[in-house]
């Protein structure tokens, strides 16, 4: 998408009409006055206020283009705040809409966390393109027609002006230039003396600056940083202010340039004292309007390149599931064959040829040492990345294939890093039911889990708001948060579930209690339960160990002490955590 594409699609062209036309009007009232400010000078001078009908007419007509200006840009003024408003929530949309749809393996990338804050920018420099294009408008039609009204009165007084706007122009873009950026200049300068200073004034550092005397030391580094930024902000500071008193004097000289054109045809009696004046005082406007067009192109075009980041963001690319018919009811098969998965960015595969099958209704376990792959291929299953090679299936479906509504149907998953969301207990474990769930059915699986955390005894019981979302929430611990997630896969409706380390923040021994509990509560489902903890799955129908992204063996527990030495030394280590 190029911003051509993207004026086309999301400007109303009606608002935009309405604006532009405004804006033609606009510009085109200041260069009608010239004239009629003259007269009315003229025939104040040579008749006097009460001697001459005329001049109260000229002073009416400039009141009425005087007021109808006014309007004009109040009504520009509501045009933009409602196109801002509109195109604020229609922006939003698109991007959430778009994060949605985007593939979930490019929404782990950094690109992606990038381009999705700036992209959070699209609003306002939406509504500065906006703005600035009518600007653009008005200002170019104020100063074409005025122009060409001083050229009508004289020509020699036209082209003086043009020269000097445009050697004005020239001049005042050298000069921005080297302003530009001045207060992110201003501001980096700042940023470590404004660190140091939150270290020695914020209260979370209180603690260890005062057990560990670091007081000291930070406020040297402060007025270190301080007295830098000090020294290079104030060099900033006499530049721009050279720069800016340069621009006062070209723009005394502009004046002087002025009045010597404007003498020659006063002197020769070519134009009236009242065009004298009136040309003169135009003249000064068209210098500020021709800057605040140069600034117009500037934000327009500086704004348009920014907006890359948005374009960028939406040409990401979407999740290839494609089949969205109704799963089937019965899970016949769970298989992975032959899979090999590398990250995106990474050289080496995380799962090399990894193969196995799990059958339904049956309670499996993946173990292995940490960055052995056991989240990756919960990943696989999930549909969330597609493999290099091999194929992840269920019931001979590739899986990365699927609709994510469908992939929803099938499979519940409690990942290690879960969302705490901010609602009611009973909504929270609710998520992906059709329905809310009960008293009895939440009594009865957090009687299971031991899982009793005070808020419940609330007057609100289940409906008691989690976290300072409301002011009457209330929070959980970390154990409470993780046996929440469980109940909200246990209450799911979906045939597979796969617990990935739910009971990290539990210590080994309710660990081993939790997971039978599990057994009870997920009976109906084929369940996958990750752990690098091996006394809390050794009751799992079969255990899959895996070594440095291979699978080694696949077996119940009692087979894999006696067949495989892997395992059966890292059982033997966590072996005490376990024995009463």
Not at 25 to 40: D, E, H, K, N, W
Not at 80 to 92: G, M, P, V, Y
Not at 205 to 219: G, M, N, P, T, V
Request: glycine share 4%.
């Amino acid at each position: 998408m190029n911003i051509r594409t993207y004026l086309r699609r999301t400007v109303r062209h009606l608002d935009f009409s309405a604006y532009f036309l405004l804006a033609v009007f606009s510009g085109t009232i200041p260069a009608v006055c010239i004239r009629l400010r003259g007269q009315i000078i003229d025939s104040a001078m040579n008749k006097g206020i009460d001697g001459s009908q005329r001049f109260f007419v000229l002073l009416a007509s400039f009141c009425v283009l005087f007021f109808l200006q006014i309007i004009f840009n109040a009504v520009m003024i509501r045009i933009a705040e409602q196109h801002k408003i509109r195109q604020s929530a229609r922006l939003d949309t698109a991007r959430l809409e778009k994060a949605a749809k985007t593939a979930f393996a490019v929404t782990e990338t950094q690109q992606f966390h990038f381009l999705w804050q700036k992209s959070s920018e699209a609003s306002a420099l939406d509504d500065q393109m906006f703005k600035a294009s009518g600007d653009i408008i008005s200002l170019t039609v104020k100063l074409v027609i005025s122009l060409i009204v001083l050229w009508r009165i004289d020509f020699w007084i036209a082209i003086g002006i043009i020269f000097l706007l445009s050697l004005g122009i020239f001049l005042n873009g050298k000069a921005a230039k080297k302003t530009d950026g001045f207060w992110v200049k201003y501001r980096e300068n700042m940023r470590h003396a404004n660190y140091f200073s939150s270290l020695l004034m914020q209260r979370e550092y209180a603690a260890e600056r005062k057990l560990f005397s670091f007081d000291d030391e930070i406020d040297r580094r402060y007025h270190g940083s301080y007295s830098k930024a000090k020294r290079d902000n104030a060099k900033l500071g006499r530049e721009r202010f050279q720069i800016e008193a340069v621009i006062q004097i070209l723009f005394a000289v502009y004046c002087i340039m002025l009045v010597l054109l404007l003498l020659r045809p006063l002197l020769a009696a070519t134009i009236t004292i009242g065009l004298f004046i009136s040309a003169f005082y135009a003249a000064i406007e068209l210098e500020k309007s021709a800057k605040q067009l140069y600034a117009a192109v500037y934000d327009f075009v500086s704004a348009s390149r920014q907006m890359s980041s948005l374009f960028s963001f939406l040409d990401l690319e979407e999740d290839p599931s494609m089949q969205d018919a109704e799963p089937e009811k019965e899970i016949r098969s769970i298989v992975f064959r032959d899979v090999v998965f590398t990250y995106p960015g990474m050289n080496k595969p995380v799962l090399k040829h990894v193969s196995f099958r799990l059958e339904p209704g049956r309670h499996y376990a993946l173990v292995g040492e940490n960055g052995c792959g056991k989240s990756t291929m919960v990943k696989l299953l999930a549909g969330l990345y597609a493999p290099d090679s091999g194929q992840v299936l269920v019931n001979d479906m590739p899986v990365h294939l699927l609709s994510l509504s469908v992939r929803q149907r099938l499979l519940t998953v409690v990942f290690q890093d879960f969302y705490r969301y901010p609602v009611t207990i009973r909504e929270n474990v609710s998520l992906g039911r059709d329905l809310p769930a009960d008293d009895q059915m939440l009594n009865d699986v957090f009687d299971h889990l031991a899982f009793h955390p005070a808020v419940i005894n609330r007057a609100d019981g289940y409906d008691s708001s989690l976290m300072p979302l409301f002011k009457a929430g209330a929070g959980l611990s970390g154990g409470e948060w993780q046996k929440m997630a469980v109940a909200r896969c246990i209450l799911s409706a979906a045939p597979i579930a796969v617990l990935d380390e739910p009971n990290a923040s539990l210590d080994p021994m309710a660990e081993a209690k939790i997971y039978e509990a599990y057994r009870d509560l997920l009976a109906d489902k084929t369940t996958l339960f990750i752990s690098h903890r091996l006394g809390s799955v050794r009751m799992s129908d079969e255990i899959l160990v895996m070594r440095d992204g291979t699978l080694i063996a696949k077996a119940p527990h009692d087979v894999l002490l006696k067949e495989c030495d892997y395992y059966a030394d890292l059982f033997n280590t966590q072996k005490g955590l376990y024995d009463e």
